[in-house]
């Protein structure tokens, strides 16, 4: 019986054995792969820093650092009357500065801050040449606010410009030309504006004053603006806009259906163009019976009539 015992501690002692020595020779290679591991890893990431740097080194000799790249002529295509040198000096390009580190989306956010300008694009042609393209809005009417000024508080007047989309753009500071050269016949003015209502560089939001730029632009396809030219136009009352003209008449329109009004003041006005007349009032804004007064002097007509220039000038493709 203790004979059988011994037997059995020496095979439990040996099968032991072998199982440390295994355990041990498995530690040592997971730690040899663990440790290769590491070192293929460092050596990659070290292998990619060494090419990002190398990467930036070249770009910055042969691109950023190199003096054939650099900006010698900036070359500015407009559409409108914006001096050259204006919008140079708002796109902040200066001659001299490497070309590929010009901001391209930079300058052009900077050019669509200027309310004149109403689309603009910065095109980069190596080795050395920046394109400013410029389209520029169009005035169809303008307006004349009185604003305080000073210490005194003294009042001073600004005339303003409006697109046909709305847009307050001012007049342009340091140049001998006007925005008034971009259309094609005399601005009318609003009139019954208040300072607040025209934010220069946004949008007007006055309905009556939106309705008044729509006006103007429906005009413009009439064939009574090349007989008859539009002065100004009252925007004080919500529901109406009273228009003045040249000749003296004063028409009164309501806010909508403005093309079928027009429709009426033509038909109107070519009867008192065969029969010597000319309109004193007329008040488009009443549907049925339309109230009519015509001038009681006898009217001095116009001696030709007006080329049918469009108020919006067909543009360039800049």
Request: glycine share 6%; charged share 20%; proline share 6%.
């Amino acid at each position: 019986m203790w004979f059988h015992s011994n037997k059995n501690r020496r095979n439990e002692r040996s099968h032991l054995l072998d199982v440390k020595l295994r355990s041990q020779g498995s530690n040592g290679a997971g730690s040899r792969l663990l440790g290769l591991s590491l070192a293929g890893a460092t050596l990659v990431i070290l292998c990619g820093f060494l090419v990002w740097k190398g990467w930036g080194y070249t770009l910055d000799r042969l691109i950023y650092s190199n003096p054939a790249l650099t900006v010698q002529q900036i070359v500015v295509v407009t559409d409108g009357v914006l001096p050259v040198d204006l919008i140079q000096r708002w796109a902040g390009v200066k001659k001299g500065e490497n070309l590929m580190s010009v901001d391209l989306s930079r300058v052009q956010r900077q050019l669509m801050l200027v309310p004149s300008i109403q689309s603009a694009s910065v095109i980069r042609r190596p080795p050395s040449e920046i394109q400013l393209r410029i389209s520029e809005r169009v005035p169809v009417a303008q307006v004349c606010l009185y604003r305080t000024t000073g210490p005194e508080q003294l009042l001073e007047s600004h005339v303003l410009y409006l697109d046909a989309e709305g847009y307050v753009m001012p007049h342009i500071s340091g140049s001998t030309q006007s925005l008034t050269q971009l259309s094609k016949h005399p601005l009318a003015s609003l009139v019954g504006l208040r300072a607040t209502d025209a934010p220069i560089g946004q949008r007007i939001t006055l309905p009556q004053a939106r309705a008044a730029l729509k006006w103007l632009v429906e005009f413009d396809k009439n064939p009574l603006s090349s007989l008859v030219e539009v002065c100004s136009i009252d925007v004080g009352n919500p529901q109406t806009l009273r228009v003045t003209t040249e000749q003296g008449s004063e028409i009164i329109f309501a806010t909508q259906n403005l093309e079928s009004q027009l429709q009426r003041w033509q038909t109107v006005h070519e009867w008192g163009a065969k029969n010597l007349k000319v309109i004193g009032s007329l008040d488009l804004a009443v549907q049925n019976y339309v109230p009519l007064r015509w001038l009681d002097s006898t009217p001095t007509l116009p001696s030709k009539i007006k080329q049918n220039s469009p108020l919006l000038p067909r543009k360039k493709h800049v």
